[in-house]
Each structure stands twice: as C-alpha cells, then as structure tokens.
C-alpha cells in the first residue's frame, strides 16, 4: 500500500523554518498521474522564451483527458474564487447573528471545508463528462462552468446563470446548452431552486438583520406557493 500523502506535517506557513516535505502535495485523483510530474515553471527576462517553449512541449506531451481535465479544474478554481464561495457559505451559517468569535471561526472553517467539497464535486462531474464523451467539441470552460453551477446547487449553495455567466469568459447561452447536456448524458437529478434559496445569501449581502432575511425567506417562498413568481 502506498500512501500518497505528504511525509509528515509541515508547519512551514507558520514560522520561517524550511518545508521539511519532499513529496509535494498529494496526488490529485481526477488527474491521470499527470499531476505527479514534474513542471516547468516560466520565469522572467532572458530565459522566458526557452521556459515557454519548454512549457508548450511539456503541455503538448501530456494526454488529451488530462489536458482537458487540467483546464478544467484551473477553471473551476478561478471561478470559485471570482464568485466569493467561502463568504456566501460561512454567511449561511452565521448571518447576522452576533455570534461568539469562536463560533465564526468555527463556521468559517466549516466554509472553507464546503467549498473543497464544492470544487470536488464540480471535479468529479467534470470528469464524468470527460469520460463520458457526451460533450466532445463543445467549448472547455463552459463545460467546467456548467460542472460548477451543478455542484453549487447539489451542495445547497445555489447560484444564477448570470453569476456563474459573470465569473466566467463564456456566454450564459454556452453555459446553459452543456448544463442540459450535462444533466441528460449523466442522468443527473437536481432539486427545483426558488427564490427563496438565495434570500439569506442576497440579504446577507445587504447586511440586513436575520429577522429581515427569515421574513424575506418566508414571503419569497409564499410567492412561489401562490404562483406569483415563476421558479
């Protein structure tokens, strides 16, 4: 049995001492061995042009699928970090509450560990995509944008088209044709979202107090019971 994790603990990020690690980060699951090679980073002035050209050649010799795959999850990242997903998940489980410190930064772990959960998740279809070959040809970001707004709602921190659109350099109209395709080539069900599943996060936002978002919750929800809103 091999254990891909790291040699032992390092504390390096909290002191000046030197990483004592040797074997890096551990191996990325989605990546076919792609991630345990080694890489050649581009620096400045003179030795820029070789250190592309090196760069190029290496991408080149990598397989497609774990091209693909590597684009895609550089995607997944920037986006969720354009989209602010470790704040709207902490604001889920503090809001305005006035809660102890501890207990925000108990939450804010808790959000951090939600959006691992998150770029997993996207990942892991993603990847199911690939594999799946449903979606050859169609543009790489807008898959992996599709991925993300499909992870988002299946954790329970559901965002737009036009939020997902916005964090991304694809149109929502792209977007949009590989969420359907994604959703049919995997068979994937997804709970209907409402305007009331972005009510604390929007009102959280505003930094309105948590009576003013449950209030707003309850009546976003009644407009759906009545019908007077559609979705």
Same mark, same amino acid.
């Given at each position: 049995?091999?254990? $891909? ?109 939600? $959006? ?48 997902? #659109? ?36 929007? #009102? ?24 007077? $809103?559609?979705?």
């Amino acid at each position: 049995m091999v254990d $891909v994790g790291t040699e032992w603990r390092s504390f390096s990020n909290e002191n000046s001492s030197a990483d004592p690690s040797r074997v890096g980060a551990p191996e990325n699951p989605f990546l076919g061995g792609a991630d345990l090679t080694t890489s050649i980073a581009v620096g400045h002035g003179n030795s820029s042009t070789t250190g592309h050209s090196l760069a190029n050649t290496q991408r080149k010799n990598m397989s497609t699928e774990d091209r693909q795959m590597s684009q895609g999850l550089g995607v997944i990242r920037e986006m969720s970090a354009r989209i602010h997903l470790p704040k709207s998940i902490e604001s889920r489980f503090c809001g305005n509450l006035g809660l102890h410190h501890n207990i925000q930064a108990a939450a804010t772990r808790i959000a951090k560990k939600a $959006v691992e959960l998150d770029l997993d998740g996207a990942a892991k279809i993603f990847k199911d995509v690939l594999d799946s070959k449903a979606l050859r040809g169609k543009n790489n970001e807008a898959q992996a944008a599709a991925c993300l707004y499909i992870a988002c709602r299946k954790e329970g921190v559901p965002r737009t088209f036009k939020e997902i #659109c916005a964090a991304s350099r694809v149109s929502k109209k792209e977007i949009g044709r590989c969420f359907k395709l994604i959703i049919k080539s995997l068979e994937t069900s997804l709970e209907q979202i409402t305007s009331a599943d972005f009510m604390s996060r929007f #009102c959280g936002n505003l930094g309105l107090h948590h009576n003013i978002q449950a209030a707003a919750t309850r009546i976003a929800k009644k407009a759906v019971e009545l019908d007077l $809103v559609a979705g």
